[in-house]
Each structure stands twice: as structure tokens, then as C-alpha cells.
Antibody, heavy 120, light 110 residues
Framework: QLVQSGAEVKKPGDSLTISCKAS????????IGWVRQVPGQDLEWMGI????????RYSPSFQGQVTISVDKSITTAYLYLSRLKASDTATYYC???????????????WGQGTKVFVSS | QSVLTQPPSASGTPGQRVTISCSGS????????VNWYQQLPGTAPKLVMS???QRPSGVPDRFSGSKSGTTASLAISGLRSEDEANYYC???????????FGGGTHLTVL
């Protein structure tokens, strides 16, 4: 399963790190990524990382604005958001792909979501 | 505007069969498989169909999937009230080197 850190309230310009603790499977063998859902809107894939070698891919929409990392020793993935804006208000989900071949994978495990509210 | 196109809503009565479509292009659905996710209100999405037509363990066989060209479909037969949810399609996009999603279809069980 994937268990995420709790809800956050931030001000514009702040930074934030969301964590995602994985358990019950071989952490290094599956891609783990992040999906954003703005309230009432659809899902957006942000990026993904392969824990075994830290190979990381970002959506062009989020490249340069977020950083994804892992700590294999504690089977945890992280999403770092910098210079937050009101438009970053959303629920952020961590996800696992079910295959090592990235383009064939489906998101078979989802975290419970972390709600982030950004307001002055 | 989402890369993959889904109807915003669909509906059916209990016991009926409903189909949700997902339209893309050659760079996504046309050359890659499609996955479907169900999102109940206030919860995280759940995978209900992978790689066009593979049902994950635990998903009822009332759910089926298909793909032809640049369009995919999710069918739900024997509709039940607990099927009322938002459904999202997703596919790998070669031109973006990542996944794209549809805008979601809200299924109402009348």
C-alpha cells in the first residue's frame, strides 16, 4: 500500500514536500509517480521515478516546477513543490505502476491523496 | 482541455449496459494501451481496466474494455448503484513521453 503525508495549508511562495510511504512490495522494482487533481477537475500526471536507479521523468507541464525523489532505505517517495501558487491548490496522489516497462504500465496502487491548500 | 476525449456524462438504470468512450490520437491510444480508473466521491481513483481489456483482480466481470484504432471503450453490464462514479481513461503519449488522461465521465445510475 501507499500512505501519504497529511493535508497542508500554505501561503503563496512557500515550498512543500509530500511523502509517500510504500509497503507490501519490492519498492525498487516498480515505478512510483505523482498525479494531481485540482478540485472538480480531471487527473494530471506530474512525473515518475524508478527507485532502483532514480531514473526520473517529468510531464512537460510540471518540468522545472516539481522535484521527485526517493529514499530506498525507508521505501518512501517524495514530491517537492516550490514557489507555490493558489493554482497549486489540489489533491496530490502517489501512484505505482504495475510493470517495469513504463509505457505499458497502469497505476495499480494509489495513495489516499494529500490535500494542499494555498492561500494568502 | 484534456488530451483524451470522454463524454462528460453517461447514465443507465440498474441492470442495463452502458459504454463510455475515450478518443485519442495516433501518438497515444493509437500506439499504446488504455487504462481505466474509477473514482468514487471523496476517494482515490482505482484501476478497473488495464492494457485495454485486462481486469485487475477483484474487479467484477461486469466490467469489460476494448480498443480499436484511436478509440477505447469501457463497458459496464448489469449496472449497479455502486457503479455510480467518475471514470477516467488514460494512455501513454509517445510525443509527451508520459501519461495523459481523459476529462472523466460521470456515470449516474438512475
Amino acid at each position: 500500500q501507499l500512505v501519504q503525508s497529511g493535508a497542508e495549508v500554505k501561503k503563496p511562495g512557500d515550498s512543500l514536500t509530500i511523502s509517500c510511504k510504500a509497503s507490501g512490495y519490492r519498492f525498487s522494482s516498480f515505478w512510483i509517480g505523482w498525479v494531481r487533481q485540482v478540485p472538480g477537475q480531471d487527473l494530471e500526471w506530474m512525473g515518475i521515478i524508478f527507485p532502483a536507479d532514480s531514473d526520473t521523468r517529468y510531464s512537460p507541464s510540471f518540468q522545472g516546477q516539481v522535484t521527485i525523489s526517493v529514499d530506498k532505505s525507508i521505501t518512501t517517495a517524495y514530491l517537492y513543490l516550490s514557489r507555490l501558487k493558489a493554482s497549486d491548490t489540489a489533491t496530490y496522489y502517489c501512484v505505482r505502476t504495475d510493470l517495469a516497462t513504463i509505457s505499458l504500465g497502469a497505476f495499480d496502487l494509489w495513495g489516499q491523496g494529500t490535500k494542499v491548500f494555498v492561500s494568502s | 482541455q484534456s488530451v483524451l476525449t470522454q463524454p462528460p456524462s453517461a447514465s443507465g438504470t440498474p441492470g442495463q449496459r452502458v459504454t463510455i468512450s475515450c478518443s485519442g490520437s495516433n501518438s497515444n491510444i493509437g500506439s499504446n494501451s488504455v487504462n481505466w480508473y474509477q473514482q468514487l466521491p471523496g476517494t482515490a481513483p482505482k484501476l478497473v481496466m488495464s492494457r485495454n481489456d485486462q481486469r485487475p483482480s477483484g474487479v467484477p466481470d461486469r466490467f469489460s474494455g476494448s480498443k480499436s484504432g484511436t478509440t477505447a471503450s469501457l463497458a459496464i453490464s448489469g449496472l449497479r448503484s455502486e457503479d455510480e462514479a467518475n471514470y477516467y481513461c488514460s494512455s501513454w503519449a509517445d510525443n509527451l513521453n508520459g501519461w495523459v488522461f481523459g476529462g472523466g465521465t460521470h456515470l449516474t445510475v438512475l
